[in-house]
């Protein structure tokens, strides 16, 4: 088992936790509580460094993708909803039903959604990207605030777009 690492960031979002192995990325979360602060092995894998220097870039506007290897247990379903997540272009978005149908099956609604939540590595793993088939902002792990900000930022960098909720 490679051993994780973590690291933290203080992104306009607040503060990231950043954890992995020397091979990949696996936690990439918001600290809301200093209660949240692990201190296990902090340390700074390459990969860790890599992502650290991606996120500034992303949120300096100079970013859209990320190229880091990122890893994620759980079933199957679940990897292909955040493969499903890695596809969604940076400065666009789509519904919990535009998600389920691309999954092959618009029944599977409430599963994807849940996976959606289950993301561990926001921003990189792009679950913000999924809004309500209304186009309103629903259910964020990190909270609505955040998941507006990230998604106003993206659609400002890819459009010029200044608001979009």
Known sequence: MNELHYTYYESPVGLLKIGGTDSYIAELSFVDN???????EPGLSDVIHQCTEQLIEFF?????????????????????????LLEIPYGRTISYMDLAKRLGDPKVIRAAASTNGK?????????HRVIGSDKTLVGYGG?????????????????????MF
């Open 34 to 40: 200093k209660d949240q602060i692990a201190y296990g």
């Open 60 to 84: 300096q506007g100079r970013r859209r993708e990320f190229n880091i290897p990122v890893h994620q247990e759980g079933t199957e379903f679940q990897k292909r909803v955040w493969g499903e």
């Open 119 to 127: 993301n561990k590595i926001s921003i990189i793993v792009p679950c």
């Open 143 to 163: 909270g609505l605030w955040r998941k507006k900000w990230l998604l106003q930022h993206e659609f400002r960098i890819a459009h010029g777009v200044q608001t």
